[in-house]
């Protein structure tokens, strides 16, 4: 388990880190949003060591994460940090010796990689000569070509076309599949939500809500549904848990948590037939927006990264909830040697 546990971190006067707790099980694919400015950088580069803290720690398997362990993550970095003039292959083969392979599984690792990500055949081009996408992809190799234990990723979606966005889901849910604990950053809510077990929403150095999508919506303090009846407009406005009505071609209804929607189904039957009784279930665009909107004002107010986090999900509808893990089917990648000393990237 990865756990990061009360971390502080000012630059000068502003606060970029508030205490800020989580904790990435074996496994789990933990998504970790928020608005621009929020803290997720800072947060990562802290995670991997790039970064002091203030204060707080981060542990892994119960123990405090020092450079021997942090070798053994992956880390994608928001600034990518690739040699340009390096070639491809060369490249990937040697941030894997780097972090302890023999040649043999470096080289074998590497050309995995590079056709897992559809990079292959630019192999023997130099990184700056490639598109900013296939840049991208090579990052995502230089990531995962040592076997990591841990994945720590910042961003890896942006700038991936359709198809290595797939990709790069199917990868990240094989490698949590495998038991190693994948945290990402991204604006594409949809994408995460589809995605994740877990769910992370800083909000300006501060986590405001953390969980499963499906733990998050439960949390809610309102209930909406959509009930299709041609009773009367008014018709639910005395009903136990009823907090506000809409009466269009169908009635929306805000209720309260704790209402009982068979007493509502009930009554509108009593007041003839029922063609529609839908829950609304909020996406995730729409839970980070009310866990912000939530915290608005709070916090040290920098002003920095109000209200302008990822746009993508219309609410309402049936979600699809969390994903699960993958059937993994793909062969597995060439695992780090662990008996030859490597040298700190
Ligand atoms: N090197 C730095 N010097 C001063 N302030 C910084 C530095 N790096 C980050 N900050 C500030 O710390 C806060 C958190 O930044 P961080 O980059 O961690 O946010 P983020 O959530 O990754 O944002 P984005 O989604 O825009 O990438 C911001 O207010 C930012 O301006």
Not at 90 to 100: F, N, T
């Amino acid at each position: 388990m990865l756990e990061l546990e009360g971390l502080r971190k000012r630059y000068g006067d502003r606060v970029a880190l508030d205490g800020v707790t989580f904790s990435v099980r074996p496994g789990e694919l933990y998504g970790f949003v928020g608005t621009n400015g929020a803290g997720k950088t800072t947060t990562m580069r802290i995670t991997l060591g790039v970064l002091e803290p203030d204060a707080g720690s981060v542990r892994f398997g119960g123990k405090p994460v020092d450079t021997a362990t942090r070798r053994t993550f992956g880390y994608m970095p928001e600034e990518r940090g690739l040699y340009p003039k390096m070639r491809v292959g060369d490249q990937l083969r040697y941030l894997a010796e780097l972090h302890g392979m023999s040649r043999r599984d470096a080289d074998q690792a590497a050309k995995y990689w590079m056709e897992r990500l559809s990079v292959a055949e630019r192999a023997e081009d130099r990184v700056e000569a490639l598109s900013l996408g296939n840049q991208q992809r090579v990052q995502l190799a230089a990531a995962l070509v040592h076997h990591p234990a841990v994945l720590v990723l910042d961003e890896p979606f942006s700038g991936l076309d359709p198809v290595g966005v797939d990709n790069l889901a199917e990868v990240l849910r094989e490698r949590a599949a495998e038991g190693v604990p994948v945290v990402f950053s991204s604006h594409q809510l949809e994408l995460v939500e589809r995605l994740c077990d877990s769910i992370g929403i800083i909000y300006r150095g501060r986590m405001v809500a953390t969980g499963t999508v499906d733990g998050l919506r439960a949390s809610r303090a309102e209930v909406v549904l959509r009930v299709g009846t041609d009773a009367a407009p008014g018709w639910a406005d005395a009903l136990a848990g009823v907090q506000s009505a809409d009466y269009g071609a169908t009635t929306t209804l805000i209720l309260t948590a704790d209402a009982d929607d068979q007493v509502i189904l009930d009554a509108a039957r009593a007041l003839g037939p029922v063609r529609e009784f839908t829950p609304l279930r909020p996406s995730l665009a729409e839970l980070f927006r009310e866990a912000v909107a939530d915290h608005n004002g709070e916090g040290d107010g920098d002003g920095e990264g109000d209200g302008d986090a990822a746009g993508g999900g219309e609410g309402g509808g049936a979600g699809n909830g969390a994903g699960g893990a993958s059937d993994g089917a793909s062969e597995a990648p060439p695992a780090a040697s662990t008996d030859k000393e490597g040298v700190t990237a």
